[in-house]
Structure formats: C-alpha cells, structure tokens
C-alpha cells in the first residue's frame, strides 16, 4: 500500500551509509585519476576527462536499463514503487546523458579540434536524451496515477532499444569516436592497468552515488503518491 | 480469430480511408510539399544527389506517416469507437494489428506518389529499381509499427500533436539512416548495400511488431 510510503524501508536506513560511501568512493576514484593514474603517451593529461565521461556514461546506461525493468515490473504487478523507481531512474538517467555530453564536448576540442562533431556515437547519444527527456514530457502530462505509470511504463520498454545502439554504434559505423576500451566483445580492455584501475574506481563511486540519489528521489516520488492517494480517498 | 479480427480492423480502416480520404490525402500533399520545399532550401545541385534526395524522401515520409497515424486514431476518437473496439475480447491486439496494416497500405500508396514526384521533379536517375523497391517497401514496413506504437502511447495526452513527433523521431533515427542510406544505395548501383540496408529495415519493423504486439494492448485506453 502506498501509505506506508514514509515508513522507514531498509534502502531508506541505508540511504546515510551510500551517502557516506559515495563521498569516500568519490574522494578515492579523484585521487587515483587525476594524481596516481599517469598521463596519456598521446593526450597527455588531458585524458583525465576520461575518468569522468566514462563514469557518467556508465551511469547513464544503468539508469535507462533500470528504468526499462521497472517499467517490466510494473506492467506485470501493477505496483506503484516500480514507478516510482522508473521515474527517479529516468531523471538520473537525463542528468547524466546530458553530463556525458558535456563531458564529452569538452574533451572532443582538445583532442578532435572541436566541440561537436556529427558521428554516430554523439547523435546515438543525444538522441537517447531526447528519448528520455520525452518519456519524462509523458509523465508530466498526465495527472492520473496509474495511467501514467502505465503510459510510461509502455514507453520505459520501448526506449530501451537505443541503450546498445549507442553502445555499438562505435563497432558498426566509422566513427571519429574512439571503440570501447572496457566493454569490448572480446572482453580484453585496452587501457593500462593503472588507468583501468582508476576507472573501475571512478564507476563504483559513480554507481554509489546513483544508489543513494536513487533512495532520496524514489523517496520523494512515493509521498508524493501517497499524497495523490489520499486525496482521492 | 485474433487474425481475423485484425483483417477486420485493417478493411475498416481501408473502408474508412476510403469514404473520407483525409488521411490519404492530407500525407500525400505533405510528402510532395516537404519535397518541393526541401529541395529548394538545399538547390537543384544538392537535391538530386542520391544521398540528399533519398534523406528528404525519407524524412518527408516519416511526418506523413505521423500525420495519417495520428489522423487515424483521431477519427476513433471523434466516433468515439475506440471504447467499443477495446471492449471487445481481443480487441486491443487487433486495433494495434489492424491499425498497423492500414498504416502500411496507406505509406505504401504515399510512397509511390512522393517516390514518383522525387523521380521526375529532380531528375533522379535509379541504376537499380528492383532494389530501390525492396528498399521502399522494407522502409514503409519498418515506419508504420513506430508509428502505431507511439500514437497510442500518447493518445489520450494532451498537446499530442506537438509530442508524437518530440518522442518518435529520435526512435526512428537508425531506421531513417538505414532507408535513406539503402534507397541511396539502391540509387547509385550497390546491390550489396541496398540490400544490406533492406535487411536491417525488416529486422527493426520485426522487432517493433513483436514490441507493439506485447505492451501496446496494456497502454490503450
């Protein structure tokens, strides 16, 4: 039932601890990337970003394919938290897709001579925002509780299928966008360890930070269905 | 009977279309205005080069099918026949089956009218028209269940107009790429290509009629 929304739930209580961790996680992956990791034979430090975009691109695949379960679970139980876990995750999503093409603008100019350019690994990736931002527009039209979640959870599934596309857009077109260096096909990074390391380290700190914005934001997202339900009882 | 059902929905539709061809005709000047209009903003050079010409085909195909989609459910709504079809057993499925195999008589015929208009107003030359044809029919199969697919999930939103296209157009990006890349292969003589391309068209329309088959009756209200 939606009225036990505010009691506390064991992601609630361990909300203050993946804050903790995030911060501790955060502070460690900085360090390791930008004093312990070397300095890139081509790009020098500048490949530092690396640590960063990545990280957010990461994030922002884990959001969209928590979103697309959600909506999974929802459509099939009905019940109204998976909603609430999809649009906190859709949110997370946004934010980082847009961080990551930031990120990824910044370290395109150095590198590539400019900040933009039309490659299949940039469109892929800002038409997956556009995506996300729609099925964000969707649920914010709609003032019904179920049938929006339905509405979006519908949407949730669908929008799924440019998650890979972005990934592999880099493997099936000639790209100016480098290939993956971790998730490769033959499961063999190309980076050097220390790099690797600190890039691993940079991803657990991001993926904490997304558990503990997810406990906050689908906290706020069930009062606020709490709040609906009541009124309309 | 779910077949026979979405054959029933589908003759509707044709019957429908064909007592008031709003929706024919409204995709059909829109494909051959966006043709013109486009073709002049980018010049007669540009224009008729393969590439560029069979783009604007393709993106002018792709609101017209937005346009004739949203038409068609509109139509439903101001009949108030979509409570009637949804109550029936099995309705659901076969208002999404039915809806999409109208959807694709109606592209096919607009695609052969803005095809021929693109052919003779920019001097297009086709080395392969077998090919290019492949290429047109795997591109309308792969628009029309997007299509379906999206107006029902907006159907009873409000300001839809302006949201069918904000949340479909990013969709159908990989299959406007793969239209415009295989009707320019078809164009310029590479079979390989073309056909490569025509593929990919099925696996997507493939992949969106199991997808809409699966969730869509769950967003139809």
Do not use: C
């Amino acid at each position: 039932m939606i009225s036990t929304a505010a009691k506390t739930t064991t992601a609630l209580r361990a909300r203050p601890f993946l804050g903790a961790a995030s911060v501790v996680a955060l502070f460690v992956a900085l360090w390791m990337a930008l004093v312990w990791s070397p300095p890139d034979a081509a790009m020098g430090n500048v490949v530092r970003i690396l640590y960063v975009h990545v990280a957010n691109a990461w994030l922002a695949y884990l959001a969209f394919v928590v979103v697309f379960l959600a909506s999974v679970a929802y459509l099939w139980t009905k019940r109204l938290v998976f909603d609430a876990i999809a649009v906190a995750s859709a949110e997370i999503g946004v934010l980082f897709t847009g961080l990551t093409l930031v990120l990824g603008s910044i370290w395109a100019r150095p590198t590539w001579g400019v900040w933009w350019s039309w490659e299949p690994r940039l469109i892929t990736t800002a038409v997956m925002f556009a995506m996300y931002v729609g099925y964000l527009l969707v649920r914010n039209l709609s003032d019904d509780l179920e049938r929006r979640a339905t509405r979006a959870a519908v949407l949730g599934i669908v929008l799924v299928v440019d998650v890979p596309i972005v990934h592999l857009s880099v493997t099936w077109m000639n790209a100016l966008h480098q290939l993956p260096s971790v998730l490769r096909p033959d499961l063999s990074p190309t980076l050097d360890p220390s790099m690797l390391a600190s890039l691993i380290a940079m991803t657990i700190a991001f993926t904490f930070l997304y558990a503990y914005l997810m406990t906050a934001r689908v906290d706020i997202e069930r009062r606020r269905q709490a709040r609906v339900l009541e009124a309309r009882a | 009977m779910t077949l026979r059902r979405i054959r029933i929905i589908a003759v509707r539709e044709a019957l429908a279309e064909r007592g008031q061809p709003d929706g024919l005709i409204s995709a059909v000047t829109f494909v051959a205005t966006m043709i013109l209009v486009e073709s002049l903003a980018v010049g007669p050079l540009a224009a008729n080069q393969p590439a560029i010409a069979a783009a604007l085909f393709w993106i002018a195909m792709a609101f017209a099918a937005i346009l004739a989609t949203s038409r068609s459910f509109e139509r439903e709504l101001e009949d108030d026949a979509l409570s009637a079809i949804l109550a029936l057993p099995g309705g659901r499925d076969a208002i999404y089956g039915g809806k999409v195999l109208a959807l694709t008589a109606l592209l096919a015929l607009v695609a052969i009218v803005g095809g021929a208009l693109s052919l003779v107003l920019l001097s297009l030359g086709v080395a392969l028209p077998g090919h290019l044809l492949t290429v047109a029919i795997a591109g309308v199969l792969s628009l029309s269940p997007v299509m379906v697919l999206f107006v029902a999930i907006a159907l009873r939103l409000r300001s839809r107009g302006a949201l069918v296209p904000i949340l479909v157009l990013p969709v159908l990006v990989p299959q406007l790429v793969a239209a415009t890349n295989g009707t320019a292969a078809a164009a310029s003589g590479d079979a390989a290509g073309a056909l490569a391309w025509a593929g990919l068209l099925v696996a997507f329309a493939l992949v969106y009629w199991v997808l809409g088959f699966t969730i869509v009756p769950a967003a139809l209200e």
